[in-house]
């Protein structure tokens, strides 16, 4: 897992022991309660923060600089790719994978160019890996350098 030295600026490779730091970003109640649930069910992760709005997004990262951000586009008020922008403009090493069932290529485009990692939920939905865990194949890419793309990333 890579971690960043704000005061440094090095990004360099944490202990395989320590778990993987989330914020989950979802404004509906049902969604951020399973993500919660798949999150602890995760021995290498643990979800440090959560916000339902842009706003919130933004302030939680700054209190507890999470390794991985899990962003819905579709928030309330500024949508989530603006919170991205927001989070980046202050963190450029943030890791934000945006989780959406938005099928709109504008939007997902922005978030990608704004530095998005993106993994459209009915794409990944379909490609679970071997454990039926969706977010086990992506986790620790996210948090490599190579990072966790979705291969729509590539194609549009």
């Known amino acids: 897992m890579l971690t960043y030295n704000e005061a440094?600026?090095?990004?360099?490779?944490?202990?395989?022991?320590?778990?993987?730091?989330?914020?989950?970003?979802?404004?509906?109640?049902?969604?951020?309660?399973?993500?919660?649930?798949?999150?602890?069910?995760?021995?290498?992760?643990?979800?440090?923060?959560?916000?339902?709005?842009?706003?919130?997004?933004?302030?939680?990262?700054?209190?507890?600089?999470?390794?991985?951000?899990?962003?819905?586009?579709?928030?309330?008020?500024?949508?989530?790719?603006?919170?991205?922008?927001?989070?980046?403009?202050?963190?450029?090493?943030?890791?934000?994978?945006i989780l959406s069932t938005a099928d709109t290529d504008g939007e997902i485009k922005r978030a990608m160019r704004a530095g998005a990692f993106c993994v459209p939920l009915q794409e990944h939905a379909e490609g679970r890996d071997a454990e039926g865990d969706p977010l086990s194949s992506r986790r620790q890419a996210a948090c490599s350098t190579g990072g966790g793309l979705s291969p729509r990333r590539t194609s549009r």
């Open 8 to 97: 440094s600026g090095v990004v360099a490779m944490a202990t395989s022991s320590m778990p993987i730091r989330i914020l989950s970003v979802e404004d509906h109640p049902v969604f951020r309660e399973g993500l919660s649930s798949i999150i602890s069910s995760q021995r290498d992760m643990v979800l440090v923060a959560q916000a339902t709005n842009a706003v919130e997004a933004v302030a939680e990262f700054r209190r507890c600089r999470p390794d991985v951000t899990l962003m819905d586009l579709r928030l309330p008020g500024a949508n989530g790719t603006d919170a991205l922008i927001a989070i980046r403009g202050e963190f450029p090493h943030a890791r934000i994978i």
